[in-house]
T-cell receptor, first 113, second 115 residues
Framework: AQTVTQSQPEMSVQEAETVTLSCTYD???????LFWYKQPPSRQMILVIR??????QNATENRFSVNFQKAAKSFSLKISDSQLGDAAMYFC??????????FGKGITLSVRP | DVKVTQSSRYLVKRTGEKVFLECVQD?????MFWYRQDPGLGLRLIYF?????MKEKGDIPEGYSVSREKKERFSLILESASTNQTSMYLC????WGTGPNTEAFFGQGTRLTVV
């Protein structure tokens, strides 16, 4: 079974600084997708970024980028120029051939003004 | 825009009641999911459905059942609600497979309190 691990329960970053959120996963599949989701206080889960396992290039969406290390089964999210609106829970997630979506425990990110 | 709609945002039920949580999606997605979210435990999968009338148990199916009679609707049923089922429930849907547009879309969540 696939597992997703987010070992840091909380992190804090100064506004305008950069922060990296860690995620590791375990799988025996070769074709899969990884995602980072954001859950603000409104509770609505929002997709931040996705990465296909077969793509060597790390995904980027504006201030958000990932560091995908397939051999190490690591998938970290970097947030550049942090903004107050980035404060939320962030979840790392995995989906493979059976389409089941498995989540990590999440990390609460706070942004200091 | 994809919409996933959960029938209630807040719900209070009594112990022993039968509880129905409804979820509807409008994007013709094959997959639908029910998760439970608790502090420190993340999102745990209760049940997953990949087609009408098809279902698979997730990580914590005990005390729950599901129904998917139509493609767009996925119901979570608590046969006899207990206080340990007080939680946030999230519904999601996605396309089948691992293509580029197979991310999950979520409803707004139902915070269920069992008293």
């Amino acid at each position: 079974a696939q597992t997703v691990t987010q070992s840091q329960p909380e992190m804090s970053v100064q506004e305008a600084e950069t922060v990296t959120l860690s995620c590791t996963y375990d799988t025996s599949e070769s074709d899969y997708y990884l995602f980072w989701y954001k859950q603000p206080p409104s509770r609505q889960m929002i997709l931040v970024i996705r990465q296909e396992a077969y793509k060597q290039q790390n995904a980027t969406e504006n201030r958000f980028s990932v560091n995908f290390q397939k051999a190490a089964k690591s998938f970290s999210l970097k947030i550049s120029d942090s903004q107050l609106g980035d404060a939320a829970m962030y979840f790392c997630a995995y989906t493979g051939a059976n389409s089941k979506l498995t989540f990590g425990k999440g990390i609460t990110l706070s942004v200091r003004p | 825009d994809v919409k996933v709609t959960q029938s209630s945002r807040y719900l209070v039920k009594r112990t022993g009641e039968k509880v129905f949580l409804e979820c509807v999606q409008d994007m013709d997605h094959e997959n639908m999911f029910w998760y439970r979210q608790d502090p420190g435990l993340g999102l745990r999968l209760i049940y997953f459905s990949y087609d009408v009338k098809m279902k698979e148990k997730g990580d914590i199916p005990e005390g729950y059942s599901v129904s998917r009679e139509k493609k767009e609707r996925f119901s979570l049923i608590l046969e006899s609600a207990s206080t340990n089922q007080t939680s946030m429930y999230l519904c999601a849907s996605s396309l089948w497979g691992t293509g580029p547009n197979t991310e999950a879309f979520f409803g707004q969540g139902t915070r269920l309190t069992v008293v």
